[in-house]
């Protein structure tokens, strides 16, 4: 493999790794909202990747690209707060369903991922040095 491929195959998996917490951010961030109107609930997101091949002529040679960020189809909780100002009439609020707990552990594993990419990075240009050095 062209070390140059390695640099675009390492920056394609950081730029997902990174959309990726992103939408976890964006979803811890908005766990706690709560409205009176269950259609207007925030819904969670999730990524969906796709491989890119990088070279036609190397079709096992591929990256990693966002092929588009899927909102979470779950019904709202519905939780009894008849004291809160955004209360339906029934007294009912409506918070999107999102597991913490999940979304934390999701966004460990695209920091470990993303850490393993900038390895491959780190390895990758100490190995081009090396390779230069060589005729030296």
Known sequence: MPSMKLFDIAGQAMAAQSVRLSTVASNLANAGNVTGDPQAVYKPVEPVFASQVLDPSQPGLAGVRVSR??????????????????????????????DPVAQMVNMISAARAYQADVEMLNTGKELALATLNLGR
């Open 69 to 98: 960020i899927e909102q979470s189809q779950a019904e709202p909780l519905k939780r009894y707060e008849p004291g809160n100002p955004l209360a339906d009439a029934q007294g009912y609020v409506y918070a999107p369903d999102i």
